[in-house]
């Protein structure tokens, strides 16, 4: 065979060979949506790392499926549109599952049951006139207060839900209990001496599960799956027991 024959076979077949590689990187990799302050759930740890409950949980389905998980920072009001618009391919975020998000998005298995609790000092009920209530910008604590037609403050993140109450612009709050049970634990909170109390609506509670695209619809039978998985083999229990004082499942 010529010199010039092999160069040109070579050309010929360099795209076929070098194809089935790049196909099974993309098949094996995750673009992962995370929040970045919603500790306990999700946070940066001293070193500047993704960690929490729902990250770690997200670490262990990526490791039981054997993909390569590579994170990025979304907000509570966007992770629906990055979801539905494939900006990412799962968002590890506890989302509650609305016929509004179901129709745009896919849901895994739940991975833990959400409740809410109200803040407020002693005395003053959801609802009452002249109460501004702090909540998270695109959680469903917002909605539900928004629908109600209650005076809200909108903050971006759950770590920053304290904020607006130790402020003195908000007199009350509405937040997922993993969260409310942080704020307890700052001495800030602690001195506004709010009483919390479980709120029993049903738009507040239920499962929560991970978003995932619809564009990707086997990944949802995998995450599943990879979920029973961690679940038989301990190492869900092992994760609540390192990020949370209560069992979730």
């Excluded at 564009?215 to 190492?235: M, V, W």
Aim: hydrophobic letters at 45%; aromatic letters at 8%; glycine letters at 6%.
């Amino acid at each position: 065979m010529s010199f010039l024959w092999r160069i040109f076979l070579t050309l010929l077949l360099a795209p076929l060979l070098l194809r089935p590689p790049a196909q099974a990187a993309s098949e094996t990799a995750l673009r992962v949506a995370v929040l970045e302050n919603s500790p306990p759930m999700a946070f940066r740890d001293a070193a500047g790392e993704f960690t929490g409950f729902s990250v770690t949980i997200m670490r262990a389905l990526c490791e039981e499926m054997k993909v390569i998980c590579n994170y990025q920072v979304t907000t509570l009001d966007r992770v629906i549109d990055d979801v539905a618009g494939g900006e990412v391919d799962v968002a590890a975020v506890s989302l509650l599952d609305t016929p509004e998000r179901r129709a745009r998005v896919l849901f895994s298995k739940p991975y833990f049951r959400s409740i809410s609790l109200w803040f407020a000092a002693a005395g003053v009920q959801p609802g009452q006139h002249g109460v501004r209530v702090a909540v998270v910008r695109g959680s469903a604590q917002e909605r539900f207060a928004r629908n109600k037609g209650w005076d809200i403050i909108a903050v971006r993140t759950n770590g920053e839900l304290a904020e607006p109450l130790i402020a003195g612009v908000a007199q009350a709050a509405i937040s997922p209990m993993s969260t409310g049970l942080n704020l307890m634990k700052k001495p800030e909170f602690q001195q506004l001496g709010l009483v919390s109390t479980v709120m029993n609506e049903p738009e507040l509670g239920g499962d929560a599960s991970f978003g995932i695209t619809s564009r990707r619809p086997a990944l949802k039978e995998q995450i599943d799956a990879a979920l029973d998985r961690i679940k038989r083999n301990g190492t869900y229990d092992r994760i609540n027991s390192r990020f949370l004082p209560f069992r979730v499942n």
